[in-house]
C-alpha cells in the first residue's frame, strides 16, 4: 500500500506489515486494493467527523487521529465484510465508529497511566491537561455511538457490550487481581476485555453490516479477542525497546506508572537469585517514581528485564494466542479473506521487538 498524504494512519500501518505481510500474494493484490479504498473512505469519513464547530474542543478532538495509528480495527472490518457484500456505507459507518471508539479509549488511557507520549507526540493530557483530554475521549465515544444509532438496534447494542467490556478491562486493571486470583490469568482477561473485545467487535461488524453469513460471527469474534491478546502481549515486549521511533512512546511506560505487564509478570513467577533481584529493583523503581524520583532510575532494570527470557517466554505466548486465533477460523471458507486473517494474526505475534 503506498501511503496518501490523506491517511493519517497509513504512515503506522505499514509498519505491522498490512502490505508487506497481511495481503502477500499474487491472489491479495486484488483484496489489497478493495481494503485500501474502504480504508479511504474511512479516513475521510473521520476527517469530517472530527471537525467539530467549537474551536475550543476541535484541536484536541483532532490531536491522537492527526498524529497517526495503525486502523486495525476498520481494516479488520472491511476485511470480514468481503465475506458478505462489501465494503457498504454501513460497513464503513461501523469501522468509523469503532475507530473513534479506540481513539477516545486512548485519551482515557494516557490519562489514567499517566503516559507522556503517545503515537511518538505528547499525550494530549500534557497538552491540555487530564480535564479536557478525559472530556476528549468522552466526545469521541459519544460521536460513535452516534453513528452506530444510525444504523439500527443491532449496531448499538455492538457498541454497548463492546463498550462495557472495555470499561470492565481497565477497572479490572485498575483495581488489581484479588486473593487468590492467578495474577497471570487475570491480566490475559484485562487484554481480552480492553484490546481483544474491540478487535472482536471489529471483525464480527464485517460480518453483521456486510450481510455476510451469521455463521461467521462466532469464529471471527474468538479470532478477534485471541489475536487482540496476542497483539497486546507483542506490544509489552515492543514497550521494553529503546527505539522510540518504534515504540511512540517512553520505553517501559507501563512499568514506569507501575502498570504490570506480562514480562513483569512471568518475571515474579520465577523464583531463580537474578530473577528475584531484578524484580527487586523494579519493584523499588516504581515506588521511588511514585514518590517524585526521576523514571530514569528504572533504565537500567528494565533493559534487563528486555533481556531476560520472561520477556521471550511473554514472545511465545503471543504467538499460542496467535494459533489459537487462526484455529477459530478453520471453517472458514478458504481463499483471500481467510489467507489474510491467517496473516494477520501471525504479523501481531511477530513484530520486530
Partial sequence: MTPSRSVPGSRSASRLGLTERVFAGAKSRKLLRTIEGGLERV????????????PLVDAPTRYLYEAGGKRVRPMLVLLTCQLGDGATDPV??????????HLGSLYHDDVMDSADVRRGVPAAHSVWGNNIAILTGDLLFS????????????????????FERLVLGQMHETIGPQPGDDPVAFYLQVLADKTGSLIAASAQAGIIFGNAD????????????KAGVAFQLLDDVIDLSDDPDQTGKVPGTDLRAGVPTMPYLLLTQRQDAASVA???????????????ADQSILDTA??????????????????TWSQQGIDAIGHLPDGPVRE?????AVAVADRSS
Fill in 43 to 54: 479516513e475521510h469519513s473521520l476527517a469530517a467527523e472530527l471537525r467539530i464547530a467549537d
Fill in 92 to 101: 464503513v459507518d461501523a469501522a468509523m465508529a469503532l475507530e473513534l471508539t
Fill in 143 to 162: 460521536r460513535a455511538s452516534q453513528i452506530m444509532a444510525r444504523l439500527g438496534e443491532r449496531a448499538i447494542r455492538l457498541q454497548a457490550d463492546t
Fill in 214 to 225: 451469521p455463521a461467521f460471527e462466532q469464529p471471527l469474534m474468538a479470532f478477534g479477542e
Fill in 278 to 292: 531484578l524484580r527487586e529493583q523494579i519493584d523499588a523503581g516504581v515506588a521511588e517514581i511514585a514518590a517524585g
Fill in 302 to 319: 528494565l533493559t534487563a528485564l528486555r533481556d531476560h527470557d520472561a520477556t521471550d517466554e511473554t514472545r511465545r505466548l503471543a504467538r
Fill in 340 to 344: 489474510a486473517l491467517t496473516r494477520f
